[in-house]
């Protein structure tokens, strides 16, 4: 039912996909006036009744949106967040009326901030927690004080996604399934073959691994399912090493070096659960005198512009993009439905795509 709901969901972004500005101001959700109200799950509304009778004729520009992005430093989110402002006033709510508030990584700062959307009664919520295993809190605030939630990147377990739908509730959940970026990374390197990739001839691709925030499904996802393309190629695997780089640059670089200084010519790839992290890496790999392509390979996930370029350069093998565009619609989309009492599926997937040097320019060119 999941994934009949997700290649649903993913034809109607498709369609969605229009044109994107630039504009990136945001702003911090004023102090609350007034304490939250309590969350009492009976207070939440069924799908079919809780239309604002304002939005109902399709009038969202006096609507209040709260965004909460986990962390705007994030490179990734930092595309989505943009995407999504710039897509909401497209929809017609008013830049005024968009308030996007910066977690800065910490659960207790976000949870202040959502807090404050309550008081000061936004009429929808668009959520990417800073920690997943929050939401069931988060939701019973946020439903039962009657406001409708989107949840974005970060996505709840499956007990907290069914009690949306056991319940009705207006909330939803908007991503990718993290399996399939994880795939694609392995399988960039399982068509190398592993003649090419298995410098050291001992039989094994040699790997590292460089891991997002283990809270985050995306992070345990792409660690598991990148290795787990290898061994279903039918190839043999070695890691050497597997660190925690939290999503950032800098540890990507500075976990990298030390992999590199430690088990020197042994690491033949290096896996990152995302660009950001495979960047650090990259100039990791370049300090220590490797070359990519023809001593070790690269992989990450998000196809930022700089990775793009990196593939089409040959310092990175490859990535794997990570629709914020299509992502960031969606949950608009979402948003708005709710607002008009249209209602959402409670899953609302996306599909990621393999970027080699082949096609790094044509993704390069769609991003533009
Ligand atoms: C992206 C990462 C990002 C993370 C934030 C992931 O889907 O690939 O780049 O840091 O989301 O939650």
Redesign the pocket.
Known sequence: MKKFLAAMASTLMAVSLVGCGSDTSAGTPAPAATAAPAATAEAAAPAESAAPAAAADGDLSTKKVGVCI?QFS????TLFRNELQNYLVEKGFSKDNITIADGANDQATQTNQIDNFISDKYDVLII?PVQSSTAATITDKVVGAGIPLVYI??EPDEAEEKRWADNKWNVTYVGCDARQSGTMQGEIIADLGLDTVDLNKNGKIDYVMVE?DPE?V?AQYRTEFSVKALTDAGLEVNMLDDQVGM?QREEGQRLVANMLGQHANDIEVVFCN???MALGALEAIKSAGRTTGTDIFLVG??ALDEACEAVLAGTMTGTVF?DHIAQSHSAADAAVNFLTGAGNEYYIGCDYKKVTKDNAQEILDSLK
């Open positions: 986990y994030d490179n990734f989110m990417n990147n970060r997002g985050n995306d999503w995302n660009d950001a996930v998000d990570n």
